[in-house]
């Protein structure tokens, strides 16, 4: 009830971690073998765990550099019969560009569900994220901004889809869905001593998000100034970011072809701690092992599969990104 406040959420379902609230919405979708669901290469692993652990294909789309997002220009061409779901990220707590993914999804008939767990309070026109698309999903994991050591929540506008979500995340039963009943569900829940110390955290979580507004703002106007510093521009219809991280482009052309890596020490040693962020995950061997899964293979064959990772290898958006990306985490 407190987070549906603080979002203007009509529905909102406290699960036990980010991953149990995106696992959740995929449920009451009832995402299975077959289905693909499109989602950026440039995100938590997490994002991708929820889709394969449905045994679902997860579907790469390129990035958009300049917003660190995933570019909504190349997610319509992405959409076959088998797309299940949009699954874009509110990467580093700034909105993607939902006008247009949520009008190619209407336009597609596919359902939008937000990964929004790392943008608590960032809004869209004025708007909560995670109250857009049919979903939004939430994490209280202790490295976000709104945390309870583990938790997660999922937001929805649509009491069918609230209750399917309620039934899947409590042992499959308690309330009435319009249609058939899906046979799988799971205990998914948040504990009450967890809801408890969620609530003391809300109480910050406004204040420090509005602190992190100004800052990052100060800093945008700073760093922009230095040529081969690039940071990550907002779209028009960001009203907040919640910037759970402060990400920037690094271009070494502009340092004399100082690696990243020596110019992230060169800061850690000027007591600014910065990371590189994500590598690329459409890259990576625990990723791309679908393709020797037996599972997989069982489903989708090995011709399907080895199509799907020639896609997959072809982001070099996300390629460059992770070469040049530098973060300041939330802590900071
Ligand atoms: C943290 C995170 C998750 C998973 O949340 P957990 O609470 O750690 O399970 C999912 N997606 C993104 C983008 C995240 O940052």
Excluded at 128 to 152: P, R, Y
Excluded at 171 to 200: H, K
Excluded at 218 to 239: D, F, M
Aim: glycine share 10%; net charge neutral.
């Amino acid at each position: 009830k407190a987070f549906e406040q603080m979002t203007g959420a009509r529905h909102c379902l406290a699960t036990a971690s980010g991953t149990a609230a995106l696992t959740t919405a995929l449920g009451a979708l009832d995402l299975g073998p077959g289905d693909e669901v499109i989602l950026p290469p440039y995100t938590f692993i997490a994002t991708w765990n929820v889709i394969v652990l449905n045994f679902a294909l997860p579907v790469f789309v390129d990035v958009d550099p300049e917003t660190f997002q995933i570019d909504p220009a190349r997610v319509e061409q992405s959409i076959t019969p088998q797309t299940r779901a949009l699954l874009p990220v509110h990467i580093g707590g700034s909105p993607p560009d939902l006008d247009t993914l949520l009008a190619i999804g209407a336009r597609r008939g596919v359902p939008v569900i937000e990964d929004a767990c790392q943008a608590h309070l960032a809004e869209w026109r004025g708007r909560a994220v995670g109250t857009w698309g049919l979903a939004g999903c939430f994490s209280f994991q202790a490295s976000k901004n709104l945390n309870c050591g583990e938790g997660g929540a999922v937001l929805t506008g649509d009491p069918d889809f609230a209750n399917r979500c309620y039934n899947f995340h409590t042992q499959g039963r308690g309330r009435p869905v319009s249609g058939p009943q899906p046979s799988r569900a799971s205990n998914l829940r948040l504990s009450e001593f967890q809801g408890r110390l969620l609530r003391a955290q809300m109480a910050r979580v406004l204040d420090q998000t509005r602190r992190r507004t100004e800052n990052a703002t100060y800093l945008t106007a700073l760093l922009g100034q230095i040529p081969g510093i690039t940071p990550a521009r907002l779209y028009e219809g960001v009203t907040r970011s919640a910037y759970h991280l402060y990400m920037f482009r690094y271009d070494k052309e502009h340092f004399a072809g100082l690696p990243r890596s020596r110019f992230l020490e060169a800061l850690g040693q000027a007591g600014v701690p910065a990371s590189g962020g994500y590598g690329p995950m459409h890259r990576d061997p625990y990723v791309t092992g679908i393709t020797r899964d037996r599972h997989f293979l069982r489903i989708y064959g090995e011709r399907h599969l080895q199509e799907w990772q020639e896609r997959a290898l072809t982001c070099p958006r996300n390629d460059r990104l992770c070469e040049d990306a530098v973060w300041f985490t939330q802590n900071m």
